[in-house]
């Protein structure tokens, strides 16, 4: 099973835990707010498919050159937006984090059904950031009102800020879908964190964080 994960960058880089899909219950993670500002936040988005950066670019509704910049690719030029990313890749994709009702737990963007679309393949278009359940649930998707081609679509995307410091460091905080079989102390060492920090942020069991993923 896939389990859901953010990170944290600092100008640090940092990341946070969450679970999508999990053997383990972890506790429910809500971050409160007191204002409808908004801060930064990333994504770590696992392209399913080979892409133009445009065309990834469109799909979050964010410009390429934040993407680049994002990624640490400078000097940015118009002619990089039709740059292809290969399949498999992780691109961090720089978002805006609201707060909503005095929470602070998802963004939300915007999808166009296309003809042949499932929820399942929508899901997979977004990197499983967001289930084909979320999906169902948030755009009440059932029997009576099924997917419609053409059709406008709410996808909620995880997002959490923490006020941007983690040990009085300024932070930007990344979601991270935990692939099966991944082992967390790898993933800590890939994106400069420890499996303490995974453990304090996340509030998960330091057991679960020593065995694979499945």
Not at 51 to 60: D, G, N, V, Y
Not at 63 to 88: G, K, T
């Amino acid at each position: 099973m896939r389990n859901f994960l953010q990170l944290f960058s600092s100008v640090l880089f940092g990341l946070l835990l969450f679970s999508i899909f999990c053997l383990v219950q972890t506790k429910s993670f809500i971050e409160p707010c007191s204002s409808s500002d908004s801060c930064p936040a990333l994504l770590s988005y696992l392209l399913p498919w080979d892409s133009k950066l445009s065309e990834i670019a469109s799909r979050f509704h964010v410009n390429v050159s934040d993407i680049l910049a994002a990624n640490s690719v400078f000097p940015i030029v118009s002619s990089q937006d039709n740059q292809i990313i290969w399949a498999n890749s992780l691109v961090k994709i720089p978002i805006s984090c609201s707060c909503a009702e005095g929470i602070r737990r998802y963004m939300v963007n915007y999808y166009i059904v296309q003809p042949a679309d499932t929820l399942e393949s929508i899901s997979q278009g977004y990197g499983g950031l967001v289930s084909a359940e979320q999906i169902m649930s948030v755009n009440s998707i059932n029997a009576t009102n099924p997917l419609t081609n053409g059709g406008s679509l709410v996808i909620p995307l995880p997002c959490t800020c923490l006020n941007n410091v983690n040990n009085g460091q300024t932070t930007v905080y990344m979601s991270y879908v935990v692939q099966a079989g991944e082992l967390f102390n790898r993933i800590a060492s890939a994106f400069g964190t420890t499996i303490n920090e995974l453990e304090n942020i996340n509030g998960l069991p330091e057991a679960w964080l020593t065995q694979e993923t499945y």
